[in-house]
Structure formats: structure tokens, C-alpha cells
């Protein structure tokens, strides 16, 4: 099958011929790729999208990219580990979308993979990655889709139903620390009061139990008042070692109220793996923006049934303050329970900031974040502090 929609895609996308556009109409559509900004094609303000093409059979091709590198800074306590990484909160990659109508529906491709830079989300105290390693799993989208009245049928690399759901946030600031901070700074470990390094990391006790990026089939219904259902089946062809298939159901709501744009979704996951009992898990997520004030809101929870749980919030504000381009300010809190055993609990908050550079398409951001996480019994766990700052440049 997944040579198929490799075959598939290649000829979608090598048949038609190219003639840069001057000012294209791409189709028009409810079909949303993913929730999290993170996920869409980035484009600039002030340029638009640089780099679309018209196809002569009426379809439009659109390039677009980024480099996020970012100064990482972990203190556990005891010592601080620096690093010059990619900021694994939105990290670099290139890729490209095709739309093409055909007979009352509208086609779709898309290809994107990471870079393979050094991830923020894998260094840790001990151990930091080689500056440049592309793995399969770099690759972040090949997929192929149709989209018509009843609906969008996806199939190929890409977001299950539920990703997303879990990280609605419109303060702007994910890219300087997103909902549970995993990442940033998820390899990293806690030291306990002695000063020794022990097995707990970060990623362990921080989740938000968002969906993921898998090989599947996906169906979105038509939005009607806002609101679109979604579903999808997938497997994690990517590594080997995973044999769980994936299961998942989503809704998902845009809608404005007086002077507020509201969105607001929730994931269901069943993880069936034949060497481990089940897993599921259940989140959601709204964000709020007061449009003549930039104010905004964001907040999520979810829990693994029968395990952790965890609720998160951010209070932010944006607004054009310079002529240069949008600043972005925003403050979080994340609580999680029961994260490795039952009583434990997990608590970090932290402060950030985005300004954007229109003419140069450049973001320049950063965010300090504090770790804590307690055992009802054991160990004791000292206080952790992240620092993550960098310069994302996009096309």
C-alpha cells in the first residue's frame, strides 16, 4: 500500500507543467491539514507565499520552508548544559503542497521532512546528537487526498485525527515553549537531592497527550457551523520497532462570539499494541482572542485512562506595537498527576516572547521555563530551569 501512494503521489505530482504565478486563485476549501500552527505552511506577512507556482492544468504548487536554530540552556540544579540547537518545538524543514481541482473535487499532495538537525527535544546532560543526522523519521508528510461534498479522504504520512487537538494556542508563542515543553527540553534529566542524576526526564512527566504524525487513512466530514469530525487509522511505519496500529476520533470548532475568535477541539486515541495492554487517552483544548486587544487564552487537559492527567493554561497578548512587525508576550502554567507512579506530580511555568520582522520574514523569540516533579514516595527531586532562544527565518 505505501508504495502505491509513493507511485501515487510522484506521478500527481511530476505530470503537470509549471509557469510561475503572478496572481493565482488557489480552491477554495474547509479541509484543515492540522489545528496547530506548527503544522500549516508557513508563510510570510509581508510577501505571501514566495514561492507558488501555477500548474497549467489549473492546480497551484507552493514551496515553503524554515531554519529555527536556538540557543538551549538546562540547569538541573546542580549544573547548566548549553547547547546551539534546532528548536524542536517547530523545527527546521522544507516541503511543498499541490491543489488541483478535478471534476467537482479538489486534489491534494504534500511532501515535507525535517532537516535532521540537532533536535533541543534529544540533547540531554549526557549526551548530545551530532549537529546533522537525517533518519527516516525526519520525513513529516507524504501524503496524497481528495476533498469533496462529503468530505476529505487523506491517506499517506501525515496527522492523525487527534493531533493537534490537545495544543489549540493562539498566543503566537509556541515556537518559544509549547504546551508540555517536551520539545524543548524533554532528554533532560532530573537530579535528585543528592546532586545525582537520576532515570526521570522531563518528556517522562510532561505530556500532553496530543495525537501524532503517522502512515494512515484519515476522513474529515465538511465543516457545517464550524464544526468538523475526524477520524483515522494509522501505523508508525517510520520505526520499526513500533507495532502498535493507531486509532482516533476528533472534533474540532472555529466559530467567533461578539468580539472573540474562539477554536476549540478534543481527541479520543485507542493504542492497540499486540505486546502491551491497550492505551487510551482523551484530550482537548480552546483558545480565545479578544481581536481589538490582542488578548488571548489558551487551555487543555487530557488524561492517559486509568494513568496520568495533566491541565495547562496561557494568558497572552499580541499586537502590531512596532511598524516592523507583531510582538508577542505570553505567561504558562502546566500540572500533571500521577507521571510514573500514582501520587507524583509534575508543575512547570514560564514566560516568553515572539517579534516578528515582516520585511525579513524572521521571528526572534525566547522563553524561560521552570521544572519541578515530585514522588508521593522515593526520591526527591530537585527544581529545573530551561532557557530556550533562538531566530526562526521562513519562506
Known amino acids: 500500500m505505501k508504495h502505491h501512494l509513493l507511485a501515487c503521489s510522484a506521478a500527481f505530482i511530476l505530470a503537470p507543467w509549471l509557469s ?11 479541509f484543515d491539514y492540522d489545528a ?22 489549473g492546480g497551484v504548487i507552493n514551496f515553503y520552508g524554515q531554519l529555527n536554530p536556538a540557543y538551549q540552556g ?13 528548536n524542536g518545538n517547530w523545527n527546521s524543514r522544507v516541503g511543498f503542497t499541490i491543489v488541483e481541482p478535478a471534476d467537482g473535487i479538489t486534489l491534494r499532495a504534500r ?55 490537545a495544543g489549540l494556542d493562539d498566543s503566537a508563542t509556541f ?15 532530573f537530579r535528585d537531592s543528592d546532586g545525582k542524576l537520576t532515570n526521570v526526564t522531563v518528556g517522562q512527566v510532561n505530556s500532553n497527550f496530543n495525537g501524532a504524525r503517522r502512515f494512515r487513512a484519515r476522513y474529515d466530514t465538511p465543516v457545517v457551523e464550524g464544526v ?3 477520524t483515522s487509522l494509522g501505523k508508525n511505519v517510520l520505526v520499526e520497532e513500533d ?4 486509532y482516533d476520533a476528533a472534533i474540532r470548532w472555529t466559530g467567533t462570539v461578539g468580539d472573540f475568535a474562539i477554536r476549540a477541539a478534543a481527541g479520543y486515541q485507542w493504542l492497540d499494541n499486540p505486546d502491551t495492554p491497550d492505551t487510551r487517552r482523551l484530550a482537548g483544548s480552546m483558545t480565545v482572542v479578544h481581536e481589538p486587544t490582542g488578548l488571548n487564552l489558551a487551555v487543555s487537559a487530557g488524561e492517559q485512562v486509568g494513568g496520568a492527567s495533566y491541565v495547562w493554561g496561557r494568558l497572552g497578548w499580541r499586537n502590531q506595537v512596532f511598524d516592523l512587525g507583531p510582538t508577542a508576550l505570553s505567561v504558562d502554567y502546566y500540572y500533571g498527576q500521577d507521571f510514573l507512579s500514582e501520587g507524583a506530580r509534575t508543575e512547570n511555568y514560564g514566560i516568553y516572547a515572539v517579534q516578528t520582522f515582516d520585511a525579513l520574514s524572521v521571528d526572534l523569540y525566547g522563553g524561560v521555563r521552570k521544572f519541578t516533579y515530585s ?20 519562506f
Open 20 to 30: 510561475q504565478a503572478s496572481a493565482q486563485e488557489v480552491p477554495k476549501t474547509d
Open 36 to 57: 496547530l500552527i506548527e503544522e500549516l505552511p508557513i508563510e510570510s506577512d509581508a510577501y505571501g507565499p514566495p514561492l507558488t507556482f501555477d500548474m497549467y492544468s
Open 74 to 86: 538546562f540547569n538541573d540544579g546542580e549544573e547548566t548544559t548549553s547547547n546551539l540547537v534546532d
Open 111 to 165: 511532501f515535507e521532512t525535517g532537516l535532521g538537525l540537532r533536535s533541543s527535544a534529544l540533547v540531554s546532560q549526557d549526551y548530545t546528537p551530532d549537529a546533522i543526522d537525517w533518519q527516516p523519521r525526519s520525513l513529516r508528510w507524504f501524503e496524497v487526498a481528495g476533498e469533496g461534498s462529503l468530505g476529505t479522504v487523506s491517506l499517506g504520512q501525515g496527522s492523525m485525527a487527534s493531533d493537534g487537538t
Open 175 to 189: 515556537v518559544a515553549g509549547a504546551t508540555d515543553s517536551s520539545d524543548g527540553f524533554g532528554s533532560f534529566r
Open 228 to 230: 468538523m469530525l475526524s
Open 243 to 246: 507495532n502498535t496500529t493507531y
Open 375 to 394: 514522588a508521593k514516595l522515593g526520591t526527591d527531586y530537585q527544581d529545573a530551569y530551561g532557557i530556550l532562544t533562538g531566530m526562526r527565518f521562513f
